[in-house]
């Protein structure tokens, strides 16, 4: 029995997204950044390596980038920031430190589909660690990647929901251009933080379990779903689950124990003083924000509104920056049908939409209700996917008709 | 001997063919030859061939070209062993050229060697080293001051033109001090780090150390600017260290601390001081006291701060990567990696770290109240004249006042240059040090030269 069909439990779910950016160079020296398939250590420096005398100088464009993607999220940005160390042993880091960034973020309080996300910020990508028998190998190309990190609110009561948000965040990453937020490749990394509690129940548990290095969408709604089941179980049994970090197996579409935080880790965050403080004008954030391509959500609304698409071939078209442009030459249904019909889809058994679903759904999400009403187009979209995980495969046209006709009521 | 006389009228010789790179390289290694196994002023010897083959190929370029220095031996240096004066990298060979290296190496200099020094930095009588301690060259019963009391103590007795030092919390000024001659610690940012082994972060600059103030504006001209290697050197263009050298300090405002001239400050110390400021006063300069109230807390604040970023630095030291284990740091560079660590540590970092960087503010904004009121401010660099071997390595509260004048210098970010201004009735060097706003070398530098162009303390030198 999954959470979300159990009335007794409610899911306590959030994420951790690491994307890895797209640019030339690493954070903090003048090595290549793209380390994907790259003989090993072929692309290090004193820096990287965190040689001795060695120091770091950062890289404005990822600074921009993660800025610009805190933009695109709906995100405040901190005009005065600065970069903090995070003390920690580990061999794939070479200095005994990740310089990151604690207390002041570039970006935060971001909203995206309905959710908060608490902040944006840049950081370096650690080294690779190569397991081969018994001996553990450390590539250090990937050691000072440009990384950035959104960290979401747990406002998550659904793996759906969260699949359908990860989704939206990998299509920003991907029109902003600075990520190929690859998730196979490692680009984009997704955690999963959950817990479950009792619906009434005010707090967040005091407990938490974290899903790591998962590489699909698809295994990480399983591991999510795989874990709420786990959780329950637990608890009505009458334990709590032990805080800690779980892997997933896709063999058996389960999740195992990884490590087992005993303590909280004190990792001794303070400045950075090798990086001095940054302070942004409000002028530069805004030729930025100037700066952002049409967003997935934008170009959707776009599709649906002007050009009278379904919300599945706006979904389809908006997600690839090559076919939008080509519809654009000619926007007509006719080059819709030839731009979808040339790529695969996806065939669906469609499962009936009834009045009844709709209505439960609407009722139990008034504030999605009134954002559509007020012409927010993405509480459309939330809400269609709050009745694809009722019913699972949907026609989503008929949906949206569905849903327009009760709003409109 | 050639080595006696200041770079600018040896580069002059040089230009004029009167004596060659090899006839200053020769003197500096039988001088090496013959003082250093009483001052162990070196930690590693660059091959005597090589420096003569060097010497033999140099073009005159730059006044620097064929001028032999040292390093002290927390710079790294392709090729050349560096280790921080430590057994953790006893056999350590660095990858790449600090910037500073690259950029006296280009001008010609002829590196002699690598010097002894406290290790990481952690000391101020470089007794704190694992290369056995470096003598005083005025008395061998004495240290050569630290952490850099390698690099003085070989320019004092004549093994090489100049050095590059390192200072921390008074690691060149308190070394010259003790050994009789002049060291430059710049504004914070001036000179580039890159290459540095770090000690701490926020307070580590590089700087000339030789016998003049002269000198040290030469090096310094070579040195100074922005380096696209580090974030923290700063923008702002060079000044014009040499030229403007001769225009005195007439007519400036020279204030002394009152806070630095009282308590714990040995009498004869304090006799030449003020004897000092009379000189300043013939010079031209109007001499004021001044008060730096928050003074009183910088050493509390350094040895917070300066240990958390140690504790940070020195963790990539794990064992794995550069040969040798943890074990190999010394007890007192434990001490400051432990305290680093708590201040650092959740449930104390408000207490001790944040606080200690809202005094650090203080201190900064007193000296600038401060420097409204005069161009310089003069002060005893140490509290004593030369210790005995063993006196502060024993004794870690001492250690640590040693450094009382010279840490404020490093907690505001601003410059100052280190000067010899007498002797004891017994013969041991004390120096003064001179204090100016950020990015005032200049006028340091004027009012230096100014001072020994009426003194001769920069130009005696120890019978060894």
Known sequence: ?409 | MLIDETIASLANKLKKKEISPVDIAKECLKQIEKQNPKINAFITQVDSKAVLDQAKKIKLTTPLSGIPYVLKDVYVTKDLRTTAASNVLSDYIPQYDATVVHKVNSAGSILLGKMNMDAWGHGGSTENTDFGPAKNPWDITRVAGGSGGGPAAAIVSRMCSFAIGEDTGGSIRNPAGWCGITGLKVTYGRVSRYGSIAYASSFDSVGPTAKTAEDCALILQHIAGQDPHDATSSPLPVGDYLSRLEEGIQGKVIGVPKEFMGEGLDPKVKKLILVAAQKFTDLGAKIEEVSLPTSKYAISVYYLLAPSETSSNLARYDGIRYGNGRDKFTPETMRRIMIGTYALSAGYYDAYYKKAQQARTLIIKDYQKVFTKCDLILSPISPTPPTKLGELINDPVKNMLADIYTVTTNTAGIPALALPCGFTRSGLPIGMQLQGPMFSEEVLLQAGYAYQQVTDWHVRKPQL
């Open chain 1, 1 to 409: 029995m999954f959470a979300n069909r159990n009335f007794n439990w409610q899911m306590v779910l959030g994420f951790e997204v690491h994307i890895e950016l797209a640019t030339l160079s690493k954070m903090f020296c003048g090595c290549p950044a793209d380390h994907f398939a790259k003989a090993p250590n072929t692309q290090v420096c004193p820096v990287c390596l965190g040689l001795p005398g060695s120091l770091p100088v950062p890289n404005t464009k990822a600074i921009k980038w993660c800025v610009k993607l805190g933009l695109a999220l709906g995100c405040d940005i901190n005009l005065f920031s600065k970069f903090d160390r995070k003390n920690y042993f580990y061999p794939d880091l070479p200095k005994g430190y990740q310089i990151t960034q604690y207390d002041i973020p570039f970006c935060h309080d971001g909203e995206l589909l309905g959710h908060k996300i608490k902040r944006v910020h840049m950081e370096e990508d650690t080294a690779k660690l190569q397991h081969q028998g018994n001996a553990t190998l450390i590539d250090f190309n990937r050691s000072g990647v440009p990384l950035v990190e959104i960290v979401t609110e747990p406002d998550f009561v659904s793996s759906d929901d969260g699949i359908l948000f990860l989704k939206e965040v990998q299509a920003i990453v991907r029109a902003l251009g600075i990520s190929t937020a690859d998730m196979e490749k490692g680009s984009m990394r997704l955690e999963a933080n959950i817990s479950i509690k009792r619906p009434d129940h005010p707090r967040l548990p005091d407990y938490k379990i974290e899903v790591k290095n998962v590489n699909s969408f698809r295994f990480i709604k399983k591991a999510i779903d795989f874990e709420v089941n786990r959780q329950i179980q637990l608890l009505e049994s009458g334990q709590t689950p032990v805080q800690e970090t779980r892997g997933f197996k896709e063999a058996t579409g389960e999740t195992v124990s990884q490590r087992v935080k005993e303590e909280a880790n004190d990792y001794r965050y303070f400045p950075e003083p090798d990086i001095p403080p940054l302070q942004f004008t409000k002028a530069q954030i805004e030729s930025w924000r100037k700066e952002l391509p049409q967003l997935p959500a934008q170009v959707q609304e776009e599709l649906i509104h002007k050009y009278h698409l379904s919300p599945q071939y706006a979904v389809i078209i908006s997600g690839n920056q090559e076919m939008y442009a080509q519809f654009l030459k000619n926007p007509s249904k006719a080059m819709a049908d030839a731009l979808v019909n040339k790529r695969p889809v996806q065939t669906t058994p469609v499962a009936e939409v009834n009045q009844e679903v709709v209505n439960k759904i609407l009722a139990a999400n008034p504030k999605a209700v009134a954002d559509l009403k007020s012409g927010k187009q993405q509480a459309l979209f939330f809400l269609i996917g709050q009745v694809k995980k009722q019913l699972g495969n949907i026609d989503v046209s008929l949906t949206q008709r569905i849903i327009e006709e009760n709003i409109s009521k």
